[in-house]
C-alpha cells in the first residue's frame, strides 16, 4: 500500500484523540479531529524549529567560545611578557613548564610535555633553553634508561620566586572584571572543558578530528558538572 505510512501514523494520532477525549460527554466530530490533527502537527514543527534553533545557537556559541578563549590567550600573553621583563626566562612556556616542577618532584620530559599540552619538538626546545640557562637539570629515569627526568634547580626555583608577585597580577589583572560568583563559575567551567581535552591530547593524539569530536560529546553526556580533578591546580 503506497500510503501504509500514513495510515499507521493517522492511527496513532487516532489513539491519542481518543484517549484526549475519553469520558467526556461531548461525542467528538470529524472537525474536531482535524483541529486536533493542526495542533498535534503544528506543535511537532515547532519542537523540531526549536531544535534546530537550539543547534544552531549552540554552533554559535561555540565559534564565540573558541574564538574568545583565543583572544584570552594572547591578552594573558600579553600581561606575562611584560611581567617577564627583567627575568632569565624569555616566553610563557618557559614559565609553565618552569612552574609545573616547583613541588620539587622530576618529572619525564613526555609527562611535561603532555602536562602542558606541548608537542614534543616544541616542548624539547623549551626545556633545551631551561637546561641552557641551568634553570631545570636532567638524568636518565631509573625506571626506563631511554628516557630522560627533569627537575627545577635551586637557580630556577629563585627565578619563580622573584616572579611570583608579578605573576600573581598577571593573573589578577586578566580576571579582574569578573565579581566573585563570575570568577567562580568561570573557574570551574575552564577547567572542565581543561581536563576534557587534556584526555584527548594524551590519550587520543593521533585520532582524526571527527573521532575527537564524538568523544567530546560523549564526555558532554556523562560529566554531569562535576570536577573529578584539578590536573593543573597549583
Same mark, same amino acid.
Given at each position: 500500500?503506497?500510503?501504509?505510512?500514513?495510515?499507521?501514523?493517522?492511527?496513532?494520532?487516532?489513539?491519542?484523540?481518543?484517549?484526549?477525549?475519553?469520558?467526556?460527554?461531548?461525542?467528538?466530530?470529524?472537525?474536531?479531529?482535524?483541529?486536533?490533527?493542526?495542533?498535534?502537527?503544528?506543535?511537532?514543527?515547532?519542537?523540531?524549529?526549536?531544535? =534546530?534553533?537550539?543547534?544552531?545557537?549552540?554552533?554559535?556559541?561555540?565559534?564565540?567560545?573558541?574564538?574568545?578563549?583565543?583572544?584570552?590567550?594572547?591578552?594573558?600573553?600579553?600581561?606575562?611578557?611584560?611581567?617577564?621583563?627583567?627575568?632569565?626566562?624569555?616566553?610563557?612556556?618557559?614559565?609553565?613548564?618552569? =612552574?609545573?616542577?616547583?613541588?620539587?618532584?622530576?618529572?619525564?620530559?613526555?609527562?611535561?610535555?603532555?602536562?602542558?599540552?606541548?608537542?614534543?619538538?616544541?616542548?624539547?626546545? =623549551?626545556?633545551?633553553?631551561?637546561?641552557?640557562?641551568?634553570?631545570?637539570?636532567?638524568?636518565?629515569?631509573?625506571?626506563?634508561?631511554?628516557?630522560?627526568?627533569?627537575?627545577?634547580?635551586?637557580?630556577?626555583?629563585?627565578?619563580?620566586?622573584?616572579?611570583?608577585?608579578?605573576?600573581?597580577?598577571?593573573?589578577?589583572?586578566? =580576571?579582574?572584571?569578573?565579581?566573585?560568583?563570575?570568577?567562580?563559575?568561570?573557574?570551574?567551567?575552564?577547567?572542565?572543558?581543561?581536563?576534557?581535552?587534556?584526555?584527548?591530547?594524551?590519550?587520543?593524539?593521533?585520532?582524526?578530528?571527527?573521532?575527537?569530536?564524538?568523544?567530546?560529546?560523549?564526555?558532554?553526556?556523562?560529566?554531569?558538572?562535576?570536577?573529578?580533578?584539578?590536573?593543573?591546580?597549583?
Amino acid at each position: 500500500m503506497k500510503y501504509k505510512k500514513l495510515l499507521f501514523d493517522l492511527i496513532d494520532y487516532l489513539d491519542a484523540f481518543e484517549s484526549l477525549h475519553d469520558g467526556g460527554s461531548h461525542e467528538p466530530e470529524i472537525k474536531d479531529f482535524a483541529d486536533f490533527l493542526s495542533w498535534r502537527c503544528g506543535k511537532k514543527k515547532k519542537q523540531e524549529e526549536e531544535v =534546530v534553533s537550539v543547534t544552531r545557537e549552540r554552533a554559535a556559541g561555540a565559534k564565540n567560545i573558541a574564538r574568545g578563549v583565543s583572544l584570552l590567550h594572547r591578552y594573558s600573553r600579553f600581561y606575562i611578557k611584560k611581567a617577564l621583563t627583567e627575568s632569565p626566562l624569555q616566553t610563557e612556556d618557559e614559565y609553565t613548564y618552569l =612552574v609545573s616542577l616547583m613541588n620539587g618532584e622530576s618529572m619525564t620530559k613526555t609527562e611535561l610535555n603532555n602536562l602542558n599540552a606541548m608537542e614534543k619538538t616544541s616542548g624539547a626546545e =623549551v626545556m633545551r633553553r631551561l637546561l641552557k640557562a641551568n634553570l631545570i637539570e636532567q638524568r636518565p629515569d631509573e625506571e626506563d634508561r631511554r628516557s630522560m627526568r627533569v627537575s627545577i634547580t635551586p637557580e630556577g626555583r629563585k627565578v619563580l620566586v622573584n616572579l611570583f608577585p608579578n605573576l600573581r597580577l598577571c593573573a589578577e589583572t586578566l =580576571v579582574s572584571a569578573l565579581s566573585d560568583e563570575q570568577l567562580t563559575a568561570f573557574d570551574h567551567l575552564l577547567w572542565l572543558l581543561c581536563e576534557c581535552h587534556n584526555e584527548m591530547f594524551t590519550g587520543k593524539h593521533d585520532a582524526e578530528l571527527t573521532d575527537l569530536h564524538a568523544e567530546t560529546c560523549g564526555l558532554k553526556q556523562s560529566a554531569g558538572g562535576a570536577l573529578s580533578k584539578r590536573l593543573y591546580r597549583r
